[in-house]
C-alpha cells in the first residue's frame, strides 16, 4: 500500500551524490543573499555534494587527524545535548570556547549520558556568534557552515529553527549519514565531507582541538573562516539564531524567543527537557526496575499535562509559535516509531493523544517541520546504529501514520 502521507525525504548516503550536504547556490553574493532566493537544495532537502554558503569555491581540504578509536568506544554513553555547560577551563588552542573534560568518547552524542538520574554534558564548545563580533564570530552571511543529522532530534532544532527564520539563505548545511558506527557519525559509506575533506565528524572536532577526548556529536556550527568550531551546544545555538542573527532573518519571521516570554519558554522546555527530550533516553537506557519505571512515569505524566495544557492552546505558549514548540517536536515526531518500541516507552502512543497529536500534525505543516522529519533515516539510524543495541538489525515496517490529515487546531484562539 502506497504511503503518501508518510513523512519522507531522500536518504542521505543513498542518492547518487551521497554526502547529504545543502549549501548555496552557486552565484549568490556573499554579502547578502538575493531577496527571495533561497538554495534549492534546503528547499527540498535533497541530498547534495557541500559547497560553502556564497556560492564560493570550498576552500583547501583541512590537514585532519586521523580518527583513532579506543577499543571500549561503543560502550560508552554520550552526554546530553540540552543543558548549558558547567565547569571552566578551555583546552589547549581553543581559548574561544568554554570546556568541560571528560573520558575519552567517540560516539554520536545521540545518547544522553545517565548517571544516577541525572545528565551531565562531558564536554562542548560554546563560542558564540555576535551582532557586533565581539566574541570573534561575527554574523556574517557565507561564512557559516551547520554541521546535522535528519536522524537526530537534537539536530532537528536546530535545522526548523534555520528554515522558520530564514536562515537557509545564509547558512550552509551539511548532513551526515542517518547510520552511526563505532566511529561516530560520518559523512558518507564511499566519500568525504567536500568542505573540509573529513570523512567522520571526529575529524572536526579534532582539526578544532587536537585533544578534544569526544564525544562527537551533532549538531555543529562551523567556521569557515577560521576553520574550526564555534558551537556544538544545541541549546545556545538555537537561541543564537534568534537574538544575534537576527538582521539576516526572512520578512515576516517570527519572533521565536520573545524577551517578554523567555522565562515562561524556559521554564517549560526544562520540564520538557528532563521529563520528555531525555526521558525516553532514560526509560529505554534503564538496567533496572525502578529506574525504568520512574523514568516512564515522568515521561507520561508530562505527556498528559501536555495534552491537558493544549486542549486550550494552539501552541505552547498559546497563540503563537516559539522555542519551547521547536524543542519538544523532535521527541514527538520520534515517540511512535522509535521510542514506543525500543525504548519501551509504551503506555500509549502519541497518536492515542488527541491534542498532542493533533498538535505535531499542526506543527508538522509548518516551514521547517515537516520537511525535516524523516521517518526513513530516523528508524535507521535508531535501528541499526550500534549504540541503541538491537543486535537483529530488522528496521520495523510501522507504524502507518496520516501526519497529512488535517488537525483542525488553526481555529484555536490560543
Known amino acids: 500500500m502506497p504511503r503518501r502521507s508518510q513523512p519522507h525525504l531522500a536518504a542521505a548516503g543513498r542518492s547518487a551524490s551521497p554526502i547529504g550536504s545543502f549549501p548555496f547556490a552557486e552565484g549568490t553574493p556573499a554579502s547578502a543573499p538575493a531577496p527571495g532566493f533561497r538554495p534549492p537544495a534546503w528547499t527540498g532537502l535533497q541530498d547534495s555534494r557541500a559547497r560553502p554558503p556564497g556560492g564560493t569555491r570550498p576552500p583547501p581540504a583541512l590537514r585532519l587527524p586521523a580518527v583513532t578509536v579506543p577499543a571500549a568506544a561503543g560502550s560508552a554513553l554520550p552526554h546530553d545535548h540540552g543543558e548549558p555547560p558547567s565547569g ?40 558564540r556568534v ?17 554541521y546535522a543529522s535528519l536522524a537526530c532530534p537534537w539536530s532537528q532544532r536546530i535545522l526548523i529553527a534555520c528554515r522558520l527564520l530564514g536562515l537557509d539563505r545564509i547558512i550552509g548545511l551539511t548532513l551526515t549519514d542517518p547510520v552511526a558506527d563505532e566511529r561516530g557519525w560520518r559523512f558518507s559509506d564511499d566519500g568525504s565531507d567536500p568542505i573540509t575533506g573529513a570523512r567522520f565528524l571526529a ?83 534503564a538496567t533496572d526496575q525502578a529506574s525504568y519505571d520512574q523514568a516512564v512515569e515522568a515521561v507520561f505524566t508530562t505527556l498528559d499535562a501536555l495534552e491537558e495544557r493544549l486542549a486550550r492552546r494552539r501552541f505552547l505558549l498559546g497563540g503563537m509559535l516559539t522555542e519551547a514548540d521547536i524543542r519538544l517536536y523532535p521527541t514527538l515526531a520520534r515517540f511512535d516509531p522509535v521510542y514506543y ?35 526513513a533515516q530516523i528508524k535507521r539510524h535508531y535501528f541499526l546504529s550500534p549504540e541503541w543495541g538491537n543486535t537483529s538489525g530488522i528496521i520495523p515496517a510501522g507504524p502507518q501514520l496520516s501526519w497529512n490529515e488535517p488537525h483542525g487546531r488553526a481555529r484555536m484562539l490560543g
Open 203 to 285: 575529524e572536526l572536532y579534532r582539526a578544532t582541538d587536537p585533544h578534544y577526548p569526544g564525544p562527537f556529536t551533532v549538531p555543529l556550527l562551523w567556521d569557515l573562516r577560521a576553520g574550526r568550531i564555534v558551537s556544538n551546544d544545541v541549546t545556545q545555538l538555537g537561541v543564537m539564531l534568534e537574538i544575534e542573527l537576527r538582521a539576516f532573518h526572512r520578512p515576516g519571521a517570527p519572533d521565536l524567543y520573545p524577551s517578554a516570554r523567555r522565562s515562561e519558554i524556559e521554564s517549560l522546555a526544562t520540564l520538557i527537557y528532563h521529563t520528555v527530550n531525555t526521558g525516553v533516553y532514560k526509560a529505554g537506557l
Open 130 to 146: 555576535t551582532r557586533d563580533g565581539s566574541s570573534g564570530f561575527a554574523a556574517e552571511p557565507a561564512r557559516y557552515q551547520l
Open 88 to 127: 571552566t577551563g578551555p583546552p589547549a588552542a581553543s581559548g574561544a570556547f568554554s570546556y568541560l573534560g571528560g573520558d575519552a568518547n567517540t560516539g554520536t552524542g545521540s545518547l544522553p549520558a545517565v548517571a544516577g538520574g541525572l545528565l551531565r554534558r562531558q564536554g562542548t564548545f560554546t563560542g
Open 341 to 375: 518500541q525500543l525504548f519501551n516507552c509504551n503506555l500509549r502512543r502519541l497518536c492515542d493523544y488527541q491534542q498532542l497529536w493533533g498538535y505535531a500534525r499542526d506543527l508538522y505543516t509548518h516551514p521547517g517541520f515537516g520537511e525535516t522529519t524523516d521517518l
